[in-house]
């Protein structure tokens, strides 16, 4: 759509000529987006095209830019690293800017004696990780990977992680933080609010963390985060992280205070036994479902292979065959990662001996090959860093996340069954990656008290196959008949078809939901932070009196 | 090949933005965090990898079309291979590298070059160099050092200088040095002097692949009429070039060697001692050509299949080029090998090392981004206190000159041979 070229100028004006750009090429790099081929129409691998993108240098600038798009009625859209289909503009013809944030990449400030640090909306995960291990401190990093932006997960999504089990979400990590709204104005929250630094999240008055962020986050949804203070945890392990080996299956030495196991169990019941366990008895620093990501037929022969640099893909078909692997693919069928940190010998020794109890009370095992030393050391080094993450999409290029409902290991374990009746259901039409019907992964514990937890199918799909994408969109849905089914909510596939629709479909979907007036609390607060609505919906509202409008009918 | 080839890897590219970054275990500092150079400089993610596979797939859609930003993203990339290196972490179905570099083929094919290009280009045509200097003083280097002229006589081996080394004189010695340890080592070479050929490496980087063609086939008539076996070069572009780009070539046998791996050899079997010290502290510089893209070339002519119902991959398998096996270790050997001589590391070696900037064009293209890549190592180099900076490749070695011209940073800038010459 065209649009006011004084608009441009004006935009221009802030950031510098060569800040700024609406070439046709430029503009799909930032539409083309992963899962977009499973909500737009005709499968199209792009989001709607931005009218410009704009990369702002600092919040001057990012305030500067919003204000222009409020005088003009342009759509804002922030990114940092900018992944997922929900960081592009969500309508056509529904001029947004897409503000790329990728300048403002400054570690502002890492408070080693109060344990926080400052950083910028394109600091990811891996960069402040690096520095704070040198002051023997670490971060949580999120499922999704160090390849990540911290003010991302922290300020606007859900900030879950395999350190969560130890450290809490980095929505919970979030500390002070700066928020440009919709309307332009800059708002800093929590102790910075009153000028006393940035070491606490909350206020000023009611929580506007919570505000900004919810328990999903706004998704780039509720005006831009500009900065923000993340808490740093203790870390026990090596200054610099010096993994060895040739790519891609980086090991890294496990130090004498540190254990790395993945822990297998007989059944669902167990698991959830050996889960409690370890959470109440307090022992470990990582607590992850990673390697099932392949699904549990094929994950031993994967990463069996993965380690291997002279081998592919085509090794893991014949891996597969091995009766040897066919065992370990057994035995770690229902399993997850653990790592142990000790502060001392005594302590590593202690978590040993008492992991060791657990074991033996709950029937759940070592998985013996992965605990060998180069699987264990490759694990040490995924798990710490989570550099690999991408390996999500190792398969095809294409995945997709179905079910991940949190709640606790009972609950979870009750939706299990049939999240992987379901996927064995759907692979049979050839269109999925046969990998069986259990592809669940997730986090150990997603907060850091009660075990909180969900775990995520990973559905594989060619993205450069329209039968293949037509099977993952048949997944989902399918996936929310059977969540449904058995009186479970939909799950992530929900939150991604979300995007392919209407407003009015979303509002009657919303409608729908028990507790109306959070939506009308929000709707206020939407009104209050983005009078010109400039924000999307990923920050859900609703129009006032849809509710009512969708109980007539 | 064509750039319809790559639609896969543009349609399964999950922008995850890894090839923007090291490998992400490999981090251990933010500073030094990065590894691509184009969308350092860029800034917008049509300057990455991911970004240049999304404007592949949207010119062949026909839903945007080659302006002057397009043109700028797809050629101000030093083609070092980061980004192949990083986006293979997790991948096995793609290949970045090859995509960007086809599609600068595609765009040179269709007409839109760089005007800045062109001369470099035309200088190629002219004088079969790519300096632009006269063909009739291409051997001149090697005036006096008595070495066979392979237009008149045979050898088994074939020293090839390239344009850098048989030009520019700043960068010493290093030829001379190089023929010289043959010459000791007992080895039946020959050079092709004044008619040794641009090996057209450059030129296939910038998206000429006719007149790399023309390069490479005057090279191989020329080698196989002298009955040359193997080829042996100090120049890590020429490397890569005869090693990964020479081989497709119906009829092309001819052995790479790099000085470097001929001098590890050398030490290996003990014919070669060092016996002067050279006390110093130096850094290596692994060049993208020698390192992560030093892999040994595999033929393969396959198609892709699937497995577990829609999982990728090939038959027969395909080649894995990720870095994991490049040319790392023998000038390391050879540094260590030097009494006296401290060799330290940069954060950033081996297969995540960031590029000297000479690359792909960009040199003769981007001045200004090639000599800023270049900047960038140097600081690097200049944080591991290091006193010099070595490579093994007068590109770099070239860039690195520049970037330190004017003395803002005090840091000598060597060729391993020319270390070797110090030790000798």
């Known amino acids: ?553 | 090949m064509a750039l319809e080839t790559y639609r896969a890897d543009a349609m399964r590219c999950s922008r995850c933005a890894y090839c923007k970054w090291v490998p992400l275990d490999l981090m251990k500092s933010w500073r030094f965090s990065k590894g691509c150079p184009s969308i350092e400089f860029g800034h917008f993610h049509s300057y990455s990898a991911g970004g240049r596979l999304v404007t592949a797939l949207s010119l062949m859609d026909g839903r945007s079309e080659v302006t002057e930003k397009v043109k700028d993203s797809v050629f101000k990339c030093n083609l070092c291979g980061s980004c192949d290196v990083t986006c293979k972490m997790c991948r096995y179905d793609m290949e970045p590298l090859e995509a960007m570099k086809e599609l600068r083929f595609h765009l040179v094919e269709q007409g839109h070059t760089l005007p800045q290009v062109e001369p470099v280009i035309d200088g190629l045509r002219r004088e079969l160099n790519m300096l632009g200097k006269p063909r009739a003083e291409r051997g001149d280097w090697a005036a006096k050092l008595n070495v066979k002229n392979l237009v008149k006589e045979q050898a088994e081996f074939v020293f090839h200088a390239g344009c850098r080394y048989s030009f520019d004189g700043d960068l010493g010695d290093a030829a001379r040095t190089s023929v010289r340890i043959l010459q000791q080592a007992g080895v039946d070479f020959g050079i092709m002097g004044e008619a040794e050929n641009c090996c057209g490496g450059r030129a296939y980087g910038m998206g000429y692949k006719a007149e790399f063609e023309t390069r490479r086939d005057s090279t191989l008539i020329a080698w196989q009429r002298a009955g040359v076996k193997t080829v042996i070069t100090p120049c890590s572009d020429c490397y890569h070039t005869f090693k990964r780009l020479y081989p497709p070539a119906s009829g092309c046998d001819i052995k790479v060697v790099h000085m470097v791996e001929f001098l590890d050899q050398l030490l290996g079997e003990g014919k070669l001692k060092f016996t002067k010290p050279v006390p110093m502290t130096v850094t290596y510089h692994d060049p993208c050509h020698l390192g992560r893209q030093g892999e040994e070339y595999v033929a393969w002519n396959g198609k892709e299949k699937k497995i577990f119902g829609q999982a990728v991959c090939y038959d027969p398998p395909r080649p894995r080029y990720n870095g994991a096996f490049g040319i790392y270790d023998p000038p390391r050997r050879v540094l260590q090998a030097i009494p006296g001589l401290k060799l330290v590391e940069m954060e950033r070696n081996r297969e995540a090392a960031w590029c000297c900037g000479a690359g792909g064009g960009a040199r003769e293209a981007y001045p200004e981004f090639s000599n800023w890549t270049a900047s960038e190592r140097i600081e690097e180099a200049c944080s591991t206190g290091a006193e010099a900076i070595v490579s093994a490749c007068p590109w770099c070695e070239r860039n690195f000159l520049d970037a330190t011209a004017g003395g803002k940073r005090k840091l000598a800038v060597y060729d391993v041979m020319q270390l070797v010459e110090k030790a000798l």
């Not at chain 1, 698991?271 to 037929?297: E, S, T």
Request: glycine letters at 10%; aromatic letters at 10%.
């Open chain 1, 1 to 553: 759509m065209e649009i006011s070229r004084d608009a441009y100028r004006a935009i221009e004006d802030i950031v510098g000529p060569e800040f700024i750009t609406d070439d046709p090429a430029f503009l799909d790099s930032y539409a083309f987006e992963w899962l977009a081929e499973l909500v737009r129409p005709n499968r199209s691998h792009y989001m709607p095209r931005p009218w410009a993108v704009v990369m702002p240098a600092s919040t001057a600038e990012v305030q500067g830019v919003t204000r222009v798009c409020n005088k003009y009625g342009i759509k804002i859209k922030p990114i940092s690293t900018g992944w997922y289909h929900w960081a592009a503009p969500m309508k056509d013809n529904d001029p947004t800017i897409q503000l790329d944030l990728r300048r403002m990449n400054r570690i502002l400030d890492i408070d080693e004696k109060n344990r926080f640090a400052i950083v910028e909306p394109y600091v990811i995960c891996a960069q402040l990780q690096a520095e704070v291990m040198k002051l023997g401190l670490n971060i949580n990093i999120i499922g999704a990977g160090s390849s990540t932006s911290i003010v991302a997960s922290a300020c606007a999504y859900f900030g879950g992680g395999p350190n969560s089990y130890s450290m809490g979400n980095n929505s919970d990590n979030l500390l002070g933080q700066e928020w440009v709204t919709p309307a332009g104005e800059i708002i800093r929250t929590g102790s910075l609010s009153s000028g006393c630094g940035w070491f606490c999240s909350e206020g000023p008055g009611p929580s506007v963390r919570g505000i900004t962020r919810g328990v999903l986050g706004s998704r780039g949804g509720l005006g831009t985060y500009t900065k923000c203070a993340i808490k740093l945890n203790h870390w026990p392990g090596q200054k610099v992280l010096e993994p060895k080996g040739p790519p891609p299956g980086y090991r890294l030495e496990i130090p004498e205070n540190f254990r790395v196991y993945t822990i297998g169990a007989p059944d669902w019941d167990a698991w959830v036994n050996c889960y409690h366990a370890i959470y109440d008895n307090g022992i470990g620093y990582v607590f992850h479902r990673q390697f099932n990501l392949a699904g549990a037929d094929l994950a031993a022969a994967l990463w069996l292979t993965y380690i291997d640099p002279k081998k592919t893909l085509n090794d893991v078909e014949t891996a597969s065959k091995d009766p040897a692997i066919q065992k370990v693919a057994e035995e770690g069928r229902i399993s997850f990662q653990l790592i142990l940190a000790g502060n001392s010998m005594e302590s590593i020794k202690l978590q040993d001996k008492v992991l060791d109890a657990i074991l033996a009370q709950t029937g759940c095992y070592k998985v013996a090959r992965f605990c060998e030393p180069d699987m264990a050391e490759f694990t040490n080094m995924y798990m710490q860093r989570l550099g690999h993450k991408h390996c999500n999409f190792i398969w095809v290029g294409g995945y997709m996340g179905s079910w991940m409902q949190a709640g606790t290991p009972d609950y979870v374990r009750n939706y299990i069954p049939t999240a992987i009746k379901g996927f064995e259901r759907d692979q049979k039409s050839h269109l999925l990656v046969e990998c069986g019907g259990d592809a669940t992964m997730g986090c150990g514990s997603t907060i850091g008290g009660g075990g909180y937890f969900g775990l995520e199918q990973f559905v594989s799909y060619d993205p450069n196959d329209n039968d293949s994408i037509d099977a993952c969109i048949k997944h989902m849905e399918d996936a929310i008949k059977d969540a449904i089914s058995v009186g479970v909510p939909a799950g992530k596939e929900a939150l991604y078809l979300q995007i392919g629709w209407s407003d009015e479909r979303i509002w009657d979907a919303l409608s729908k939901i028990p507790q109306q007036f959070i939506l009308n609390f929000q709707t206020k607060i939407k009104d209050a932070f983005d009078p010109n609505y400039l924000g999307d919906r990923n920050y859900q509202w609703i129009p006032p009196g849809w509710g009512q409008k969708a109980d007539a009918k």
